[in-house]
């Protein structure tokens, strides 16, 4: 029996992998368009949610509580720390703090919890602290290392007792993502 061989051109090959990449593109695509459908869908929805559960013990076993963040040496710390937003917020109500002081800053603790609370910036810093070097990433895409010292979210989060069904904290800082504000939260970086 005769063998038969097949070389491919360098050009040839580019066009088949540029065709197996157009194919899995819409291979790809075609299984997005049903995403919004699937969303929508109630027995769907719950099937994602039971499998939520594995997904928290899988990250339990593999990062513990305490290494939720990974630290580094001083020696990894900026430089040049790049700001996110704005280091001078122009709301009205930030300047207001900074003119005095930030005596009248309350952290409030709210939402989803037992016990809601405002915090002044005496007594955050009044609670134990930690320090830590850690990389913050923006959505924005950029990172960069620095250090950080303050109230370990958890005290605080002990003292306000989550309910079981809250899944998420959110912080908004003083810049607003639009047009300054004078105090409605729901404009401001979060």
Known sequence: MKRTTFTLTPSRQR??????????????????????????????????KSAEHLSRAAQKLVAPRSAMAQEFDARH?????R?????DPVDADYRMLRRGGFADFKLA?????????????????????RTQITRHDCVEG???????????????LDRAKPLPQARFVVFRCFDSMDEPTQGASESRYY
């Open 142 to 156: 950029w990172s960069c290392i620095g250090k950080w010292k303050g109230v370990p979210l958890g005290f605080v």
């Open 15 to 48: 066009e088949r992998r540029g065709l197996l990449r157009s194919a899995v593109a819409a291979v790809g695509a075609a299984a997005l368009t049903g995403c919004d459908r699937l969303s929508n869908n109630e027995s769907f929805v719950d099937v994602l």
């Open 109 to 129: 603790v709210g939402g989803l919890v037992e016990q809601p609370a405002e915090y002044t910036l005496a007594q955050l810093r009044a609670m134990p602290s």
């Open 77 to 81: 710390i900026a430089e040049n720390f």
């Open 83 to 87: 700001s996110n937003g704005t280091r």
